[in-house]
């Protein structure tokens, strides 16, 4: 009898073996940095859907090549001048920083920012030196998207047909949970529930979500294409707004009938939705009345929404962004940092990860980085530097990025593995080294290197939020989505 694993266990084994085969080859080909391989698939995996997580890897590509672009001219250009060199990063960090929000290339600015800042440090602001690291980038970047991409091509692949289908089924589910929260309030009560805030956001993010699956199904399923009218209207019948908020609009005995014959519905669409009969579910009268979504794929309609869209909250992040970093760098220039050039790569890197994150955010990420520190720096003490074989080493990353990847399943929980994962790497770094270096010294100083920048992203994140409330109201700086 075959041992059936469940697609979290199957995710977290993907994503295991893509991370360890980055590291093991990157030092088989004597590449200096093989972290950076290792967290390039880190972050394309934070992805649930594999098309969009290799769209992702393709964005960093591009990101890492910008990045390399810009360092090479920062440091051609203002190696020698200090104002001019963080005057360029701050020009550089206003334009990623905006243009971060672009839903289609958003992750290549925000890549960008940090790749150049990590070149043009490493290099130590020398144009051979920072070329060098540059080809080496590119090189450990591509490989980590590779392996990423062939692992998770042959080995239990997910295609965006399945996800898509695999999203609708749930979606449906949690519509007759909704449908039967509903009617039985009716019912006890006479009246039925509100929907909740809660449920709405959660319903708007469904919607968006629901329709980027849709649409890279079609893109890449002729199965999909062919049916896709069907699919387009049974998306609308489920995103429908009028039966959401049936419980404000109708009488009892109207909104009784109502919510019955919506349960029977949805109760026979997850029948034929379980027996693959999608022309039966066309054939319903309730799915084939709809209108069918709008799938847009207008480019240069998106490239103006993504000029101008949101453009309030953006510049708010460009502000925090730049009001960090600026004080980041004060910092590092008029107090004895130790670890030289580590603090401001480290705060430029941080930074731009977190200046569109709301406040509430850094408590998470407080308690996660501490959780992770503790458990990976004892590793590195008493593990690491008894295990002298490469296999050992690939042995000991897989255990750790699996257990990340099994514990903190979920696409809520994404942010804990990237976190997870990133932490790893940074702590145990100098042990993926060509000649394997063991100080704890480094890795205690990157740890109050974060500490220290998460403080001053954090105030200038409460400062905008407090300025933002009392000029335009409670809640209009939030996340972007």
């Known amino acids: 009898m ?34 950076w391989a290792a967290i390039s698939v880190i972050v394309v995996a934070a992805n649930d859907n594999y098309n969009v997580a290799i769209k992702h890897g393709r964005n960093r590509l591009f990101g890492t090549i910008a990045g390399v672009i810009f360092a090479i001219f920062n440091v051609h250009y203002f190696a020698q001048d200090r104002e001019m060199f963080i005057f360029s990063v701050l020009c550089f960090a206003t334009i990623c920083v905006y243009m971060s929000n672009w839903q289609r290339y ?94 709405n956001n959660q319903s708007n993010e469904e919607s968006n979500q629901l329709a980027l699956l849709l649409k890279e199904a079609i893109s890449d399923s002729s199965r999909i294409y062919s049916e896709r009218k069907i699919w387009m209207k049974l998306a609308a019948y489920l995103l429908d707004a009028k039966d959401e908020k049936a419980a404000s609009t109708d009488s009892s005995d109207t909104l009784k009938k109502h919510l019955q014959q919506r349960y029977l519905t949805l109760q026979q669409i997850k029948r034929l939705l379980c027996r693959h009969d999608i022309e039966a579910i066309g054939r319903i009268t309730s799915v084939s009345s709809m209108k069918p979504i709008e799938i847009k794929n207008d480019f240069w309609g998106e490239v103006k929404n993504a ?17 960090a970093l600026s004080t980041c760098y004060a910092l590092w220039i008029y107090l004895p940092m130790p670890a030289g050039i580590l603090f401001p790569l480290i705060a430029s890197s941080f930074v731009n ?58 696409p809520q929980l994404s942010v804990l593995r990237v976190l997870g994962g990133n932490m790893l790497v940074v702590l145990t770094m100098t042990a993926l080294y060509l000649t394997p270096v063991y100080s704890i010294t480094q890795s205690l100083n990157m740890l109050l290197f974060i500490f220290i920048i998460l403080i001053v992203v954090r105030f200038y994140t409460m400062l905008t939020e407090e300025i933002g409330e009392g000029m335009m109201g409670k809640n209009t700086l939030g996340p972007r989505s």
Not at 18 to 23: D, G, H, N, V
Not at 188 to 193: A, E, F, I, Y
Not at 385 to 403: C, D, Q, R, S, W
């Open 2 to 35: 075959m041992l059936k694993l469940s697609p979290a266990t199957k995710e977290a084994l993907k994503v295991a073996i893509a991370f360890t085969l980055s590291i093991v080859i990157a030092i088989a080909l004597g590449w200096q940095k093989p972290y």
């Open 106 to 199: 958003g992750y290549a600015f925000k890549m960008a920012f940090t790749v150049g800042i990590i070149i043009a440090a490493m290099g130590q602001f020398d144009s051979f030196s920072t070329f060098d690291f540059a080809v080496l980038r590119v090189q450990e970047t591509t490989l980590g998207i590779l392996v990423y991409s062939l692992v998770f091509q042959f080995l239990w692949p997910r295609n965006t047909e399945s996800l898509f289908k695999q999203f609708i089924s749930q979606l449906t589910d949690r519509h007759i949970e909704q449908v039967e929260r509903q009617l039985t309030a009716l019912y006890l009560s006479g009246r039925c529930s509100d929907i909740s805030d809660d449920e």
């Open 307 to 323: 000029l101008i869209a949101n453009y309030q909250n953006r510049l708010i992040y460009v502000f925090r962004a730049l009001a």
């Open 353 to 410: 990860a977190l200046c569109d994150a709301p406040s509430a955010y850094y408590k998470y990420a407080v308690l996660g980085i501490c959780t992770f520190s503790v458990l990976f720096l004892l590793e590195y003490i008493f593990i690491l530097p008894a295990l002298t074989e490469v296999y050992e080493l690939a042995a000991f990353y897989f255990i750790n990025i699996f257990l990340v990847w099994k514990m903190f399943a979920g």
